[in-house]
């Protein structure tokens, strides 16, 4: 293949990712805005690795790796990006006005963004972005048991957190803060 | 690629997908394709074979 049509080739990977990798930053950080700062960086950065990257591997989880440490970066400098606003998140996830859902959107929100980062990233990723845990694992920079314990913990905590248990937000909250303390 | 995760038609999946979904259903901002106009742009000046080391010529 030229590179003229490897760039037509690497264009249209981008832009049919686009739609999930907004939909992935908006998971991690939870702010539309800085969701699609995130996004559009990503793709700016990805076309600069693209010599890095091998066709036919997950291009997805390629970008969402780059997309991910983009983010770590940032948040390192300003902890803004690290702290899932729990009530922005409510307004910047668009409930589908499903009313015949079994769970309430904005609970199901609120305690997404109450989860342990590493928690809500790795869940988020499996449930949402129809990666498989191998290709999790490898955007986690984690092993694949890892990111399974990670799913599972975060499943457990949404439970409690949405079967009523309020006091359960306290200790989801002292999760977030301990892992933005660290970021 | 490896194996994909099992897929679980609990409540909190059926609900996480759904909230994300909402959001991959939104219209790409036109911010997003002026982006890769310029990086077309750029291409266009500065073309790379994707997949090779910079500076080394394809041989097949």
């Not at chain 1, 998971?27 to 793709?43: I, T």
């Not at chain 1, 702290?83 to 769970?103: K, Y």
């Amino acid at each position: 293949m030229n590179p003229a049509d490897d760039s037509r080739v690497f264009r249209a990977e981008l832009v049919a990712v686009i739609p999930s990798l907004r939909s992935f930053a908006r998971g991690l950080c939870g702010n539309r805005d800085l969701a699609d700062d995130l996004a559009q960086e990503a793709l700016v950065k990805a076309w600069a690795a693209r010599d890095s990257y091998r066709p036919g591997t997950n291009f997805k989880a390629w970008i969402y790796t780059i997309l991910r440490n983009h983010f770590y970066s940032i948040s390192r400098r300003a902890s803004r990006f690290a702290a899932w606003d729990p009530d922005l998140a409510a307004r910047t996830l668009v409930s589908p006005a499903d009313q015949g859902t079994a769970l309430h959107m904005a609970d199901l929100e609120r305690g997404l963004g109450l989860l342990p980062i590493d928690q809500r990233e790795a869940l988020v990723l499996i449930t949402t972005q129809g990666l498989s845990y191998e290709d999790a694992a490898s955007v986690m920079g984690c092993a694949v048991g890892t990111i399974k314990s990670r799913v599972s913990r975060a499943r457990a905590a949404l439970t409690r957190f949405l079967d009523g248990a309020d006091a359960v937000a306290p200790a989801l909250a002292a999760g977030q803060r301990e892992v933005d303390s660290v970021s | 690629m490896g194996r994909k995760a099992k897929r679980t038609a609990d409540p909190i999946s059926q609900g996480l997908q759904k909230l994300f979904q909402s959001v991959a259903d939104e219209a790409i901002p036109e911010e997003f394709m002026a982006l890769l106009d310029q990086i077309d742009a750029k291409a266009a000046e500065n073309p790379a074979p994707i997949g090779s080391p910079p500076g080394v010529e394809e041989t097949e």
